[in-house]
C-alpha cells in the first residue's frame, strides 16, 4: 500500500503527557498537511509544509503543539503537557505539486484521560 | 467564522433513491471544491471535485452542481446504494496563491444513511 500512513493508530495517555504521532506521506509529495478533528465536525487545519519548511501554522496549534518535517520526507506532531481538549482525531494529508487532491492518512486517535 | 456551511446535518435515504448535499461558502477566493467520503475509522477520501469554471461535473453516480453567483454547491447521488452510507464533507480552497492558501476548509460533515 503506498498510501499515507500514519502511527499509531490510537492513543491513550494521561492528562499532562507528552504525545508524539508520524505521518508518512505519499513517496515524492513535496505538500504535507495536519488537520484535526473532533467527533461531529469536519477536518480542521492545523499546519502545512512544503518540503521540510513549516510554512503555515493556525491558531489552534497552541505553544504546547510542535511539527517537524526534516529533509521533507516523514513529519511528527508532538504534543506537550496534554489537555482532555486535545483528544481528537489528528489526520495527515500530503499532494504532489498543483494537483490539487489531498490524500489523507487512516489518522490517529489521541484520548487524554 | 464558518466559511463552509453544510446541510443537512443528516439524511437518511432509501436504496435506490437520489442524496442530496448542500454547501454554501463565503469566502469568493475559494476555487476549488472538493467532496470528502469517510468512512468509520478511516480518514477522507476525495470523492469528486469541481472548479468555479463549470457548473456540473459527474462521475459516474456522483454529481457536483456549482453556483458561483450564489457561491454554492452541492452533491448528489443517484442510485443510492447502502454501501454509500458514510460521512461525506464538502470543502473548499484556493489553489494559488502560497501560505495557507492550499489549506482545505471544511464543513461540518453529513451523515448518510441508505436503507436497504
Known amino acids: 500500500d503506498t498510501g499515507v500512513s500514519q502511527d499509531p493508530r490510537h492513543k491513550i495517555t494521561k492528562r499532562g503527557q507528552n504525545v508524539t504521532f508520524r505521518c508518512d506521506p505519499i513517496?515524492?509529495?513535496?505538500?504535507l498537511y495536519w488537520y484535526r478533528q473532533t467527533l461531529g465536525q469536519g477536518p480542521e487545519f492545523l499546519t502545512y509544509?512544503?518540503?521540510?519548511?513549516?510554512?503555515?501554522k493556525s491558531r489552534l496549534l497552541s505553544d504546547r503543539f510542535s511539527a517537524e518535517r526534516p529533509k521533507g520526507s516523514f513529519s511528527t506532531l508532538e504534543i506537550q503537557r496534554t489537555e482532555q481538549g486535545d483528544s481528537a482525531m489528528y489526520l495527515c494529508a500530503s499532494e504532489y505539486g498543483f494537483t490539487d487532491t489531498q490524500y489523507f492518512g487512516p489518522g490517529t486517535r489521541l484520548t487524554v484521560l | 467564522q464558518q466559511q463552509v456551511k453544510q446541510s443537512p446535518q443528516s439524511l437518511i435515504v432509501q436504496k435506490g433513491g437520489i442524496s442530496i448535499i448542500n454547501c454554501a461558502y463565503e469566502n469568493t477566493a475559494f476555487d476549488y471544491f472538493p467532496w470528502y467520503q469517510q468512512f468509520p475509522g478511516k480518514g477522507p477520501a476525495l470523492l469528486i471535485a469541481?472548479?468555479?469554471?463549470?457548473s456540473e461535473k459527474k462521475e459516474g453516480r456522483f454529481t457536483i452542481s456549482f453556483n458561483k453567483s450564489a457561491k454554492q454547491f452541492s452533491l448528489h447521488i443517484m442510485d443510492s446504494q447502502p454501501g454509500d452510507s458514510a460521512t461525506y464533507f464538502c470543502a473548499a480552497r484556493r489553489r494559488r496563491g502560497g501560505g495557507s492558501n492550499y489549506k482545505l476548509t471544511f464543513g461540518k460533515g453529513t451523515l448518510l444513511t441508505v436503507n436497504p
Open positions: 509544509f512544503q518540503n521540510e519548511a513549516q510554512l503555515e
Open positions: 513517496s515524492e509529495h513535496n505538500r
Open positions: 469541481i472548479r468555479p469554471d463549470v
